[in-house]
DNA sequence: ATAGTAAGTGAGTAATCACTCATTTTTAGC
DNA sequence: GCTAAAAATGAGTGATTACTCACTTACTAT
């Protein structure tokens, strides 16, 4: 788990070993639990090097979970729901998919920056609103619209757009909060219930 | 919002200010960016008053939230989940049904209490290993079994009833994350979400 | 080799923290 | 009203914290 490049410039060595350090305890203790002293440990450098960088420990935290959001989130989102809206999908089974696809394993690999940004956005009003509004802005109107299309066709029932959307975030956010966060060791019936969750939301959704 | 009862007795009037204040802090900044002293201004008491009662902060904390889980969460969940399982129901609506029923009442009467354990659960093993010790030994295990009694009347399709508990807990979280968490002040639409919630679930489980 | 800059160090600082405890205040029972 | 116990107080304590800054080391360009 190593992220080369936080903000805009190249960290050296050391810089770098303090942003990992700061992932595992931030994700370990929460921000408010991690101590300088101790990243600064973890990281095998001196405390005052944290400070070269960052003028601030919230500073620290504000550089691995902002673009958390706004560099992994949003264009993990955004970029490749652009493709998503603009593709031209036969049916909802194969939009669902694509939504599925990819994201699961973006999600495995920035599972503890994830853990992250979750923990801390009760307790930073900035993180939400930085989230909301990516997400807000960009993402949740073209899902809806695209919800709309589905459902103009016939394929999907005629209900609010946003709780189409709700229903399918929060089966996916089950299937991955069961297998990367609360128990990420078991690793059994993973392609299997991949499938039936899939399969549980196209019947759910499906108009008869 | 008060709990006028935490722990085996009953409280001062201050000290069940400290529990209150202590609650609303709790939640709005988490265990660890909570100061005693803040707790001890917000409540109206001297900070030493506090450890007249609680030999330390974090036996505070547990004295808030351990009960929740064990008194507040499992009964709601134990209880009422025996009349669940011994109660006969015509059908897996039936059953659905109950167990949506008086849940979404009292996650709303608890919602402060819950956010707090959903917050430091991931601080906090023994909260978590309470937790899962309450839900798997009681609950699942009866919850499986009435699952699996439905699947094999051919109510509900055949996949492991792990899964159908995550799917059912899934979507019934993602109806309480965004009426009672993410967007409290937005109560519009309640009925009509629930109900599709409770379709989506039951279509998307039905053995066809 | 020299000078300037960048990176790093770690002792120290002021503030904050959880908690203690001698003292004061309040309560309850007679 | 008196006494003992309970409740509360708030100054103080040692530890911890985020951060500073004078100094050292390393690197780069001339």
């Known amino acids: 788990m190593e992220n080369k490049e936080v903000g805009q410039e190249q960290l ?3 810089q770098q070993r303090i942003v990992d350090a700061a992932i595992e305890i931030f ?3 929460g921000y408010s639990g991690a101590s300088t002293s101790e990243i600064a440990k973890k990281a095998g450098v001196a405390e005052g090097t944290i400070f070269r960088r960052y003028k601030t420990k919230k500073e620290l935290l504000m550089s691995i979970v902002g673009p ?21 999908y036969k049916d909802f089974e ?16 920035n599972q503890i920056l994830i853990k992250i940004a979750i923990q801390e956005i009760p307790f930073h009003p900035e ?14 109107k073209s899902i809806c619209q695209r919800i709309e299309d589905f459902q103009l066709k ?19 956010f089950g299937y991955v909060a069961s297998n990367f966060i ?17 399969q549980f939301i196209l019947k759910g959704l499906r108009q008869y």
Chains 1, 2 share one sequence.
């Open 27 to 29: 994700a370990a203790k």
């Open 154 to 172: 016939g394929e999907i029932v005629k209900i609010h757009p946003k709780l189409v959307v709700q229903l399918i975030f929060s089966s996916l």
């Open 12 to 14: 050296t060595e050391k």
């Open 182 to 198: 609360l128990f990420p060791e078991r690793s059994v019936h993973q392609d299997n219930e991949l499938e039936h969750t899939i």
């Open 127 to 140: 993180l939400k609103e930085k989230l909301f509004e990516v997400v807000g802005k960009e993402v949740f």
């Open 94 to 109: 194969s939009f669902l998919r694509a939504i599925f696809s990819n994201r699961l394993k973006l999600v495995e690999k």
């Open 68 to 88: 958390m959001i706004s560099k992994v989130i949003a264009p993990i989102i955004v970029k490749d729901f652009d493709k998503v809206i603009t593709a031209d």
